[in-house]
Protein backbone atom coordinates (compact mmCIF):
# COMPACT_ATOMS: atom_id res chain seq x y z
CA UNK A 1 0.00 0.00 0.00
CA UNK A 2 1.00 3.64 -0.34
CA UNK A 3 3.72 4.43 2.07
CA UNK A 4 4.53 7.99 3.70
CA UNK A 5 7.95 8.42 4.96
CA UNK A 6 9.38 11.50 7.32
CA UNK A 7 12.24 11.68 8.45
CA UNK A 8 13.99 12.59 11.16
CA UNK A 9 11.73 10.80 14.06
CA UNK A 10 13.47 12.61 16.32
CA UNK A 11 15.30 15.72 16.37
CA UNK A 12 16.86 18.25 18.97
CA UNK A 13 18.44 21.36 18.06
CA UNK A 14 19.40 24.68 20.05
CA UNK A 15 17.38 27.52 20.19
CA UNK A 16 17.99 30.06 16.89
CA UNK A 17 18.92 27.25 14.70
CA UNK A 18 17.07 26.07 11.76
CA UNK A 19 16.27 22.09 11.23
CA UNK A 20 14.47 20.62 8.49
CA UNK A 21 12.38 17.62 8.15
CA UNK A 22 11.99 15.71 4.98
CA UNK A 23 8.00 13.81 3.90
CA UNK A 24 8.52 11.04 1.33
CA UNK A 25 5.66 9.51 -0.90
CA UNK A 26 7.39 6.10 -1.50
CA UNK A 27 5.00 3.96 -3.70
CA UNK A 28 3.45 6.99 -5.50
CA UNK A 29 3.44 10.94 -6.19
CA UNK A 30 2.05 12.98 -4.37
CA UNK A 31 0.86 16.75 -6.01
CA UNK A 32 -0.04 17.67 -2.72
CA UNK A 33 1.14 17.31 0.53
CA UNK A 34 0.34 18.51 3.85
CA UNK A 35 2.04 19.36 7.28
CA UNK A 36 0.49 19.35 10.52
CA UNK A 37 1.37 19.88 14.07
CA UNK A 38 0.60 18.96 17.13
CA UNK A 39 1.42 19.34 20.50
CA UNK A 40 0.53 17.06 23.68
CA UNK A 41 -3.11 15.98 23.82
CA UNK A 42 -4.46 18.45 21.33
CA UNK A 43 -5.66 17.66 17.97
CA UNK A 44 -3.62 17.81 14.78
CA UNK A 45 -3.54 21.26 13.37
CA UNK A 46 -2.83 22.15 9.86
CA UNK A 47 0.06 24.51 9.17
CA UNK A 48 0.18 24.57 5.28
CA UNK A 49 -0.95 22.68 1.78
CA UNK A 50 2.29 21.97 -0.29
CA UNK A 51 1.84 21.84 -4.01
CA UNK A 52 4.74 20.42 -6.18
CA UNK A 53 6.02 23.53 -8.04
CA UNK A 54 4.13 26.08 -6.82
CA UNK A 55 4.21 28.36 -3.74
CA UNK A 56 2.82 26.44 -0.54
CA UNK A 57 -0.15 27.59 1.21
CA UNK A 58 -0.28 28.27 5.12
CA UNK A 59 -3.30 28.56 7.34
CA UNK A 60 -4.07 31.72 9.26
CA UNK A 61 -1.41 32.30 12.08
CA UNK A 62 1.07 30.28 10.93
CA UNK A 63 4.33 32.64 9.72
CA UNK A 64 5.59 31.40 6.28
CA UNK A 65 9.34 33.21 6.73
CA UNK A 66 9.06 30.69 9.92
CA UNK A 67 7.92 27.41 8.78
CA UNK A 68 9.60 27.34 5.32
CA UNK A 69 8.00 24.34 2.97
CA UNK A 70 9.66 23.38 -0.66
CA UNK A 71 7.88 20.89 -2.68
CA UNK A 72 10.33 20.24 -5.49
CA UNK A 73 9.37 17.13 -6.86
CA UNK A 74 6.11 15.07 -6.82
CA UNK A 75 7.96 12.29 -4.12
CA UNK A 76 9.57 15.00 -1.30
CA UNK A 77 8.43 18.20 0.40
CA UNK A 78 10.10 19.64 2.70
CA UNK A 79 9.26 21.68 6.25
CA UNK A 80 12.56 23.95 7.71
CA UNK A 81 11.79 25.40 10.81
CA UNK A 82 13.97 28.67 10.46
CA UNK A 83 15.17 30.41 13.82
CA UNK A 84 13.52 27.44 16.06
CA UNK A 85 12.71 28.61 19.17
CA UNK A 86 11.71 26.05 22.72
CA UNK A 87 8.46 26.66 22.05
CA UNK A 88 7.92 25.58 18.55
CA UNK A 89 9.29 22.20 20.31
CA UNK A 90 6.36 19.22 19.27
CA UNK A 91 5.31 16.54 16.62
CA UNK A 92 4.90 17.25 13.18
CA UNK A 93 3.68 15.08 10.64
CA UNK A 94 3.50 15.44 7.22
CA UNK A 95 0.67 13.74 4.75
CA UNK A 96 0.51 13.16 0.91
CA UNK A 97 -2.91 12.71 -1.14
CA UNK A 98 -3.23 9.73 -3.37
CA UNK A 99 -3.77 10.80 -6.91
CA UNK A 100 -6.78 9.28 -6.47
CA UNK A 101 -7.99 12.18 -4.52
CA UNK A 102 -9.96 10.34 -1.80
CA UNK A 103 -7.45 9.15 0.67
CA UNK A 104 -4.76 11.21 2.59
CA UNK A 105 -1.80 8.80 4.48
CA UNK A 106 0.05 10.10 6.83
CA UNK A 107 4.20 9.85 8.25
CA UNK A 108 5.06 8.24 10.86
CA UNK A 109 5.58 12.09 12.54
CA UNK A 110 8.83 13.99 13.76
CA UNK A 111 9.64 14.97 17.40
CA UNK A 112 11.29 18.38 17.08
CA UNK A 113 13.06 19.44 20.58
CA UNK A 114 14.81 23.29 20.81
CA UNK A 115 16.48 23.33 23.92
CA UNK B 1 -14.27 27.85 15.62
CA UNK B 2 -14.35 23.97 15.75
CA UNK B 3 -15.91 22.28 12.96
CA UNK B 4 -14.91 19.23 13.75
CA UNK B 5 -15.87 17.98 17.41
CA UNK B 6 -15.10 15.02 18.91
CA UNK B 7 -16.76 15.43 22.68
CA UNK B 8 -15.38 12.46 24.22
CA UNK B 9 -12.10 12.47 25.18
CA UNK B 10 -11.97 8.98 26.02
CA UNK B 11 -13.57 5.85 25.99
CA UNK B 12 -13.34 2.83 27.77
CA UNK B 13 -14.83 -0.49 26.66
CA UNK B 14 -14.14 -4.22 27.38
CA UNK B 15 -12.64 -6.81 25.20
CA UNK B 16 -14.73 -7.94 22.78
CA UNK B 17 -17.64 -5.52 23.03
CA UNK B 18 -18.30 -3.04 20.89
CA UNK B 19 -16.56 0.58 20.44
CA UNK B 20 -18.43 3.78 18.98
CA UNK B 21 -16.68 6.73 18.49
CA UNK B 22 -18.70 9.82 17.58
CA UNK B 23 -17.74 12.75 15.78
CA UNK B 24 -20.06 15.85 14.59
CA UNK B 25 -19.29 18.81 12.47
CA UNK B 26 -20.98 21.83 11.78
CA UNK B 27 -19.79 22.48 8.13
CA UNK B 28 -22.51 21.79 6.05
CA UNK B 29 -19.79 21.73 2.69
CA UNK B 30 -18.33 18.34 4.33
CA UNK B 31 -18.39 16.15 1.40
CA UNK B 32 -16.17 13.21 2.97
CA UNK B 33 -15.02 11.65 6.06
CA UNK B 34 -12.30 9.61 7.22
CA UNK B 35 -11.20 8.12 10.53
CA UNK B 36 -7.38 7.50 11.63
CA UNK B 37 -5.59 6.00 14.36
CA UNK B 38 -3.02 7.06 15.83
CA UNK B 39 -0.57 5.61 18.99
CA UNK B 40 1.66 7.43 20.50
CA UNK B 41 4.42 8.91 18.96
CA UNK B 42 3.17 7.86 15.69
CA UNK B 43 1.71 9.37 12.57
CA UNK B 44 -2.52 8.97 12.40
CA UNK B 45 -3.12 5.65 10.03
CA UNK B 46 -6.04 6.15 7.81
CA UNK B 47 -8.94 3.06 8.89
CA UNK B 48 -11.87 3.95 7.28
CA UNK B 49 -13.56 6.86 5.59
CA UNK B 50 -17.46 7.49 3.96
CA UNK B 51 -18.73 9.66 0.69
CA UNK B 52 -21.76 11.82 1.93
CA UNK B 53 -23.69 10.01 -0.36
CA UNK B 54 -23.62 7.35 1.78
CA UNK B 55 -24.75 6.90 5.02
CA UNK B 56 -22.60 2.98 5.92
CA UNK B 57 -19.51 2.18 5.12
CA UNK B 58 -17.97 -1.16 6.64
CA UNK B 59 -14.68 -2.73 6.70
CA UNK B 60 -14.00 -5.91 8.43
CA UNK B 61 -14.51 -5.21 12.29
CA UNK B 62 -14.87 -1.11 11.39
CA UNK B 63 -18.26 0.31 10.53
CA UNK B 64 -18.90 3.77 9.99
CA UNK B 65 -22.56 5.36 10.32
CA UNK B 66 -23.39 8.78 8.91
CA UNK B 67 -26.60 10.82 9.51
CA UNK B 68 -26.09 13.87 7.20
CA UNK B 69 -29.37 15.55 9.10
CA UNK B 70 -27.70 15.79 12.43
CA UNK B 71 -24.26 16.62 11.10
CA UNK B 72 -23.43 13.32 13.02
CA UNK B 73 -20.78 10.02 12.06
CA UNK B 74 -19.88 7.50 14.40
CA UNK B 75 -17.06 4.47 14.19
CA UNK B 76 -18.43 1.34 15.66
CA UNK B 77 -15.62 -1.52 16.38
CA UNK B 78 -16.87 -4.81 17.25
CA UNK B 79 -15.08 -6.76 18.75
CA UNK B 80 -13.01 -4.58 20.63
CA UNK B 81 -9.54 -5.78 21.12
CA UNK B 82 -6.95 -4.52 23.40
CA UNK B 83 -4.85 -3.68 19.87
CA UNK B 84 -7.21 -1.55 19.57
CA UNK B 85 -6.35 0.98 22.04
CA UNK B 86 -5.05 4.51 20.62
CA UNK B 87 -6.53 7.98 20.25
CA UNK B 88 -9.11 8.20 17.24
CA UNK B 89 -9.56 10.75 15.10
CA UNK B 90 -12.31 11.85 12.66
CA UNK B 91 -11.29 14.56 9.95
CA UNK B 92 -14.00 16.14 7.45
CA UNK B 93 -12.72 17.29 3.87
CA UNK B 94 -14.67 19.90 2.24
CA UNK B 95 -15.77 20.14 -1.71
CA UNK B 96 -12.93 21.95 -2.40
CA UNK B 97 -10.30 21.87 -5.13
CA UNK B 98 -7.74 23.23 -2.56
CA UNK B 99 -6.08 19.67 -2.31
CA UNK B 100 -8.46 17.87 -0.27
CA UNK B 101 -7.60 19.50 2.96
CA UNK B 102 -8.78 17.47 6.39
CA UNK B 103 -10.44 19.03 9.22
CA UNK B 104 -9.99 17.12 12.17
CA UNK B 105 -11.31 16.49 15.92
CA UNK B 106 -10.23 17.00 18.72
CA UNK B 107 -9.74 13.38 18.55
CA UNK B 108 -10.75 10.43 21.45
CA UNK B 109 -8.65 8.25 23.37
CA UNK B 110 -10.21 4.96 23.35
CA UNK B 111 -8.72 1.98 26.21
CA UNK B 112 -9.78 -1.81 25.57
CA UNK B 113 -9.36 -3.78 28.83
CA UNK B 114 -8.53 -7.32 28.53
Known amino acids: GAVVSQHPSRVICKSGTSVKIECRSLDFQATTMFWYRQFPKQSLMLMAT?????????EQGVEKDKFLINHASLTLSTLTVTSAHPEDSSFYIC???????????FGEGSWLTVV | DQQVKQNSPSLSVQEGRISILNCDYTNSMFDYFLWYKKYPAEGPTFLIS?????DKNEDGRFTVFLNKSAKHLSLHIVPSQPGDSAVYFC?????????????FGEGTQLTVNP
Open chain 1, 95 to 105: SALLISGNTIY
Open chain 1, 50 to 58: SNEGSKATY
Open chain 2, 91 to 103: AARGKETSGSRLT
Open chain 2, 50 to 54: ISSIK
